[in-house]
């Protein structure tokens, strides 16, 4: 008897314990994002800052933030390359491969700049028209 009393008085604590930890597991903030925001951002803010190349459009900032990631992913590539103990050929077919991988990518951003460039000027003219 003494057995089973003690196993439900401590399920019952466990319980009660996962019970309330539970909305400190479900809170908002899960971790710091690397700009340190958390939510959506105003669209006239980004348009504005866009126009006026401040802010993460800025040609130095965002020059300076590719760089870093630059030299974070040629490290991880070159780790990987010597884990993979590849060959020199085979090393220059894997640059070649990010290579044109990077390039890619560059045409993906350039083409959302534009898109964000058209969705900023066509909210302008709604603006003026009003």
């Given at each position: 008897?003494?057995?089973?009393?003690?196993s439900r008085i401590i399920a019952s604590a466990?319980?009660?314990?996962?019970?309330l930890a539970s909305p400190l597991a479900m809170a908002g903030n899960h971790g710091d994002r690397h700009d340190g925001y958390h939510g959506?951002?105003?669209?006239?803010?980004m348009c504005e800052q866009l126009r006026e190349g401040t802010g993460k459009f800025s040609p130095e900032n965002r020059e300076a933030r590719m760089a870093e990631h630059?030299?974070?992913?040629?490290?991880?590539?070159?780790?990987?390359?010597?884990?993979l103990e590849l060959t020199d050929e085979q090393r220059e077919t894997?640059?070649?491969i990010h290579q044109?991988?990077?390039?890619?990518?560059?045409?993906?951003?350039?083409?959302r700049q534009e898109k964000m460039k058209e969705r900023c000027a066509e909210k302008a003219e709604n603006n003026n028209d009003q």
């Open positions: 008897m003494m057995k089973h009393k003690t466990l319980l009660s314990a996962a019970l959506k951002h105003s669209k006239a803010e630059r030299a974070k992913m040629e490290e991880r590539r070159a780790e990987m390359a010597d884990r894997w640059n070649e044109e991988n990077m390039a890619k990518r560059a045409e993906k951003m350039e083409k």
